[in-house]
Nanobody, 118 residues
Framework: QVQLVESGGGLVQAGGSLRLSCAAS????????MGWFRQAPGKEREFVAA????????AYADSVKGRFTISRDNAKNMVYLQMNSLKPEDTAVYYC???????????WGQGTQVTVSS
């Protein structure tokens, strides 16, 4: 089992920045790809960003490209999402997720609320 705990959410004005953190614990963090997802009220959960174990090629949803940056520190078992130029439509609960391989994400955090005011 891998436990994931997100932090860093909050209320910010449009144009502002937030940095989300995800702390992983439990079985070894080694080898897991990590991702961030979000779910706005009344909407489906959607992919935001992902980073492989190696920290190499990252992936982003088109809606956040150029504004959000995913990174990880394997020595600290941490994953981060730097969010800049935030927009009201970025308001959602943000979830951290982990997977060893394939398409299915195996582990999820409890989420952290991000609210962007206009």
């Amino acid at each position: 089992q891998v436990q994931l705990v997100e932090s860093g959410g909050g209320l910010v004005q449009a144009g502002g920045s937030l940095r989300l953190s995800c702390a992983a614990s439990g079985r070894t963090f080694s080898g897991y790809a990590m991702g961030w997802f979000r779910q706005a009220p009344g909407k489906e959960r959607e992919f935001v960003a992902a980073i492989p174990w190696s920290g190499g090629t990252t992936a982003y949803a088109d809606s956040v490209k150029g504004r959000f940056t995913i990174s990880r520190d394997n020595a600290k078992n941490m994953v981060y999402l730097q969010m800049n130029s935030l927009k009201p439509e970025d308001t959602a609960v943000y979830y951290c997720a982990a997977k060893m391989g394939g398409l299915k994400w195996d582990y999820w955090g409890q989420g952290t609320q991000v609210t962007v005011s206009s």
